[in-house]
C-alpha cells in the first residue's frame, strides 16, 4: 500500500485481519469511509471506542457485558435453579433467540483442546465448580457445547468433575448436527436441542 496517505493506510491496516476481510477489501473499506460525511466516520469511531472502554466481562457468568453483574445475571426474573454452559458469549445471544431457556449462563471461554493450548485451566471450569458449590440452589446444569470433538471432549471433563456434586447433568440433544456450531445453528433446531436434551 505504498503513496497512499498515512490515514488511509492506518485504517486499511485497522480493518485488514477482521474475520473475512483481506487486504483488498480493507483498502475498499477505508475508501468507503473517506466519501462519507464526517459525523458518520466519527460516530463509527466513538462506537469502537466505546467497544475498547465499556465492554468487560460479567464477574459471575463471564459473557460480555458493559456491567456486573450482567443483565441476565442481574434479572430476578432468570430461573437460578438452572445453569447453561456455553463455550462463548455469542452462543449466549444463540440461545436467547431460542426463547426456550430462561435461566442463567456460565461462559467457559472455549473448549478443551490441548492442541491449541486450550487445556481446562485456562477455561471458567474452576470458577463454574466453585458457583455451583456455593449456590446449592443451581439444580440442573445443561452443557450447550458445539457438537465437535473440543465440545464432546469438554462435555466429558465437566461431568466428571461433578460426580460427587448432586446436580442433574444434561447435553443439547443430538437435533444439532455433528459438527455443527452453536453460534450458527437457527433458533428452531437450537429451541428443539434445549427441549430434548439428554440427562447424563
Ligand atoms: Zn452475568
Redesign the pocket.
Known amino acids: 500500500m505504498a503513496n497512499l496517505p498515512d490515514p488511509i493506510q492506518n485504517a486499511a491496516s485497522a480493518f485488514d485481519g477482521l474475520p473475512g476481510v483481506g487486504p483488498r477489501a480493507a483498502l475498499r473499506y477505508a475508501y468507503f469511509l473517506v466519501t462519507q460525511p464526517r459525523e458518520v466516520v466519527e460516530r463509527f469511531a466513538r462506537s469502537l471506542q466505546s467497544l475498547a472502554e465499556k465492554i468487560r466481562t ?1 464477574d ?2 463471564g ?1 460480555w ?1 458493559d456491567r456486573s ?2 443483565n ?2 442481574s434479572d430476578p426474573t432468570r430461573d437460578s435453579s438452572i445453569l447453561c454452559v456455553v463455550a462463548t458469549s455469542p452462543d449466549i445471544r444463540s440461545v436467547e433467540e431460542t426463547g426456550a431457556f430462561k435461566g442463567r449462563y456460565h461462559v467457559l471461554g472455549g473448549t478443551i483442546d490441548p492442541i491449541e493450548g486450550r487445556t481446562p485451566d485456562t477455561l471458567t471450569i474452576r470458577q463454574l465448580l466453585s458457583r455451583i458449590t456455593h449456590h446449592p440452589d443451581v439444580k440442573e446444569i445443561i452443557l450447550a457445547l458445539d457438537t465437535d470433538i473440543p465440545g464432546d471432549v469438554t462435555c466429558l471433563y465437566i461431568r466428571k468433575q461433578l460426580t460427587s456434586i448432586p446436580v442433574k447433568v444434561s447435553r443439547l440433544a443430538r437435533g444439532l448436527p455433528t459438527g455443527a456450531a452453536l453460534e450458527y445453528a437457527d433458533a428452531h433446531t437450537l429451541g428443539d436441542a434445549l427441549k430434548n436434551r439428554k440427562e447424563s
Open positions: 460479567c459471575t457468568c459473557q457485558s453483574p450482567c441476565i445475571c
